[in-house]
């Protein structure tokens, strides 16, 4: 039904697997629709009532496809995708299974519990591909606080799962073999509540969380990274399997 997505249902839970194994699941234009219309599929489907995201292979999600970047971009950048995650009125539980970078570790920070195997490395790499982690420059500090969400962004260090946790970045590590069972056990105590309690439960977290000139400011910065000459060269020397040389512009 997906190009870049499976869709697995059971027990009132779906379980939405980000599916490009040969590309460590990284995350081009026909990812994040699918991903859009999926979750736009899954609200209006009464027997599902928590929904679990993962990844094949090894990989929750190694970050933007360098390879799909566009050369030039015209008109603002669409932010359907994210903000569908934001209202997305179902619970969301984050399954990470392996590498979470960039923008697959920021569709992990828009769920709403994030459980981690013990094997999982993450890390906002945006800028050291030239590029705007477009979500955790809003909403990672009221997670982490701003001073490790300003180290986080701007150093753009990978850390491992335990150091997650212990900054509040992930609810939960798990041995790697017990991800799955662990995440679908917090669906099932989750499932236990009244499902609209849940609902205005979930609405009222999020309601301050993202704005009009919030929106601006993303599609801007967006814009602005994406058609740079940073972005291209960073394309080119993942390519080459070299140091990008960035020149701020």
């Given at each position: 039904m997906?190009?870049?997505?499976?869709?697995?249902?059971?027990?009132?839970?779906a379980?939405l697997?980000?599916?490009?194994?040969?590309?460590?699941?990284?995350?081009?234009?026909?990812?994040?629709?699918?991903?859009?219309?999926?979750l736009?599929?899954?609200?209006?489907?009464?027997?599902?009532?928590?929904?679990?995201?993962?990844?094949a292979?090894?990989?929750?999600?190694?970050?933007?496809?360098?390879?799909?970047?566009p050369?030039?971009?015209?008109?603002?950048?669409?932010?359907?995708?994210?903000?569908?995650?934001?209202?997305?009125?179902?619970?969301?539980?984050?399954?990470?299974?392996?590498?979470?970078?960039?923008?697959?570790?920021?569709?992990?920070?828009?769920?709403?519990?994030?459980?981690?195997?013990?094997?999982?490395?993450l890390?906002?790499?945006?800028?050291?591909?030239?590029?705007?982690?477009?979500?955790?420059?809003?909403?990672?500090?009221?997670?982490?606080?701003?001073?490790?969400?300003?180290?986080?962004?701007?150093?753009?260090?990978?850390?491992?799962?335990?150091e997650?946790?212990?900054?509040?970045?992930?609810?939960?590590?798990?041995?790697?073999?017990?991800?799955?069972?662990?995440?679908?056990?917090?669906?099932?105590?989750?499932?236990?509540?009244?499902?609209?309690?849940?609902?205005?439960?979930?609405?009222?977290?999020?309601r301050?969380?993202?704005?009009?000139?919030?929106?601006?400011?993303?599609?801007?910065?967006?814009t602005?990274?994406?058609?740079?000459?940073?972005?291209k060269?960073?394309?080119?020397?993942?390519?080459?399997?070299?140091?990008?040389v960035?020149?701020?512009?």
């Open positions: 997906y190009d870049t997505i499976l869709i697995e249902k059971q027990n009132h839970v379980i697997t980000l599916n490009r194994p040969e590309r460590l699941n990284a995350v081009n234009p026909q990812l994040k629709n699918d991903i859009c219309h999926a736009t599929e899954l609200e209006a489907d009464n027997g599902t009532r928590v929904v679990i995201m993962t990844g292979g090894r990989a929750f999600s190694a970050g933007a496809d360098l390879t799909a970047t050369d030039d971009i015209e008109g603002p950048i669409s932010l359907d995708e994210e903000k569908k995650l934001l209202s997305f009125d179902k619970p969301i539980i984050a399954a990470i299974n392996g590498y979470a970078l960039g923008d697959g570790l920021q569709h992990a920070l828009l769920c709403d519990i994030i459980i981690a195997s013990d094997k999982a490395v890390g906002f790499i945006g800028a050291r591909v030239g590029a705007l982690c477009h979500v955790a420059v809003w909403a990672l500090a009221d997670v982490v606080g701003r001073n490790k969400a300003s180290e986080l962004l701007l150093a753009c260090d990978r850390i491992t799962a335990e997650a946790y212990r900054i509040g970045l992930v609810n939960r590590v798990v041995p790697h073999d017990q991800l799955m069972p662990a995440a679908i056990e917090m669906a099932q105590k989750i499932m236990r509540a009244a499902p609209l309690s849940i609902k205005y439960t979930k609405r009222a977290l999020r301050a969380l993202f704005n009009p000139d919030t929106e601006a400011f993303l599609q801007e910065g967006l602005v990274t994406l058609k740079s000459e940073d972005m060269e960073a394309g080119r020397a993942f390519m080459e399997q070299r140091e990008p960035f020149k701020g512009r």
